[in-house]
């Protein structure tokens, strides 16, 4: 009777242990990575205006430059990242598998081709040196440009720069024109005299789109959290747009970056960050740059012609617009 009694006990023991454990891990807060680019820099205001806590769910938003940020998603390290379309891919391939639920924005004129001064067109890159970060979106950028203009990549001479470095390379003359984005991109343009913003997304609209993406993992276990945290993205946007709130929301966000609030305007004025009725239609499947799906077709393309990864990536598999869809 005494072993029974001692069985008991330890089950008992055994069971709460287990209980707490799994109160433990539902208590986990979401995990979010998110870096300097306004279509995240937004997720300030639900933090600063306490958003997150009027809807119900626990977060810890993480902030890093943009690689450590994939870097830190690849290791597990977080539950999601804030990450271009392309670069979802790229992170997946590496066996990072995510799954996009939401599309913030897409680049509006922040991604930019700038050339020093004297040069004014694309067509006259031809034979010129070009600083670009070389398989990450602003070749893609590049390229775009250059099919538009009737011009193929090797009419120009790829110089491999980081992007955070493109406005000194520029600035050294050491290259004739950079790719960049904010604020990379507007830092050339104030640094060289005479420089000059000769293409940029606003020139093809959905060539780059920025999104939330999760972990496989993380949305089976807290789909229901998840579809708190658009809800919430949503009331920033909101809160945003709002003429009796703009200038509040524009000032957080400056503060966060440590960018006057007059200047960090401009940068969001570069940004399309959707509404959820904008941002719907960008989630039907359709070929092209209107929709998700089409663009994340062409960078596939660009990443697979780029040996940025060996094999095509399924891009259906990347994208999950059910919890846009319910709201």
């Not at 700038?114 to 040069?119: L, N, S, T």
């Not at 001479?157 to 050294?172: D, F, G, I, K, R």
């Not at 780059?208 to 708190?228: C, F, G, H, T």
Request: charged share 20%; net charge negative; with cysteine.
């Amino acid at each position: 009777m005494a072993i029974r009694k001692k069985f008991i006990a330890g089950a008992v023991s055994v069971v709460c242990a287990g209980l707490m454990s799994v109160a433990s891990a539902v208590a986990e807060p979401l995990k979010i990575g998110y870096s300097d680019w306004p279509g995240w820099v937004a997720w300030e205001i639900a933090l600063e205006k306490g958003m997150f806590e009027e809807e119900g769910v626990e977060v810890q938003f993480e902030w890093f430059d943009y690689v450590a940020s994939m870097d830190a998603f690849a290791a597990g390290q977080l539950d999601a990242v804030s990450m271009t379309n392309g670069d979802a891919l790229v992170t997946g391939s590496t066996g990072a598998k995510n799954v996009t639920i939401l599309v913030n924005d897409y680049s509006n004129g922040n991604d930019m081709v700038v050339a020093a001064a004297g040069i004014s067109t694309i067509e006259e890159l031809k034979g010129k040196k070009v600083g670009v970060e070389i398989g990450f979106v602003g070749h893609l950028l590049l390229l775009n440009a250059l099919e538009k203009a009737g011009m193929k990549e090797t009419d120009v001479e790829l110089v491999n720069v980081p992007t955070n470095e493109t406005p000194q390379v520029l600035a050294s003359g050491q290259v004739d024109a950079i790719v960049a984005w904010q604020p990379s991109s507007g830092q050339a343009l104030n640094l060289v005299p005479g420089s000059k913003r000769i293409y940029s997304s606003e020139d093809e609209p959905g060539l780059i789109y920025d999104v939330l993406a999760v972990s496989p993992q993380s949305l089976a276990a807290n789909r229901a959290e998840w579809m708190k945290v658009i809800k919430v993205w949503y009331m920033a946007v909101d809160y945003l747009k709002d003429p009796e709130t703009r200038d509040e929301a524009i000032s957080i966000m400056a503060a966060r970056v440590g960018i006057p609030p007059s200047e960090y305007k401009g940068f969001i004025d570069g940004t399309k960050i959707l509404t959820l009725e904008e941002a719907l239609p960008f989630m039907e499947k359709a070929k092209g740059f209107k929709s998700i799906y089409g663009s994340g077709e062409i960078a596939d393309a660009f990443n697979l012609a780029n040996d940025v990864y060996g094999e095509k990536q399924p891009v259906d598999e990347y994208i999950d617009p059910s919890l846009m869809e319910a709201l």
